[in-house]
C-alpha cells in the first residue's frame, strides 16, 4: 500500500469507530468524526497532511516508494524488441560474404 491508501484506511477507520459512540454514549464523538472530515478536505488543497507525516516517521512511506520505485526502474529499462530490416548477404567476388542491411 502507498502512503495515499493508507491514510484513507486510517481516516475511513477513525471515522466508522467515531460514529459507535457518537450514537451510543454522547454527540460529542460526532465532533471527531468532523475534525477527521475537515482534515481530509484541508490537506486536498494545502496537499498537507498530518497523518502523512507521521507515516514517513514510521517508515510507512519508505517502503511504498521503494516498491514504486523499483517498478518505474524496471519499466525505465524496460525496452520493448522493435522489429529489425532483414539483413541481406551480398556476394562479392572474393573469398569472404559481406554483411550489409539494404
Not at 67 to 72: A, D, L, P, Q, Y
Not at 77 to 96: E, F, S
Request: proline share 5%; glycine share 4%.
Amino acid at each position: 500500500m502507498n502512503t495515499e491508501q493508507w491514510i484513507r484506511a486510517i481516516a475511513g477507520t477513525f471515522i466508522l469507530v467515531s460514529l459507535a459512540p457518537g450514537y451510543f454514549h454522547s454527540r460529542y464523538w460526532l465532533l471527531f468524526t468532523a475534525f477527521v472530515g475537515l482534515n481530509l478536505l484541508q490537506s486536498a488543497f494545502t496537499k498537507w497532511c498530518l497523518t502523512e507525516k507521521i507515516l514517513d516517521k514510521l517508515g510507512v512511506a519508505e517502503k511504498s516508494t521503494q516498491e514504486t520505485s523499483s517498478v518505474r526502474q524496471f519499466s525505465l529499462t524496460y525496452r520493448p524488441i522493435r522489429a529489425q530490416a532483414p539483413k541481406r548477404i551480398l556476394r562479392v567476388p572474393g573469398p569472404h560474404l559481406i554483411e550489409t542491411i539494404l
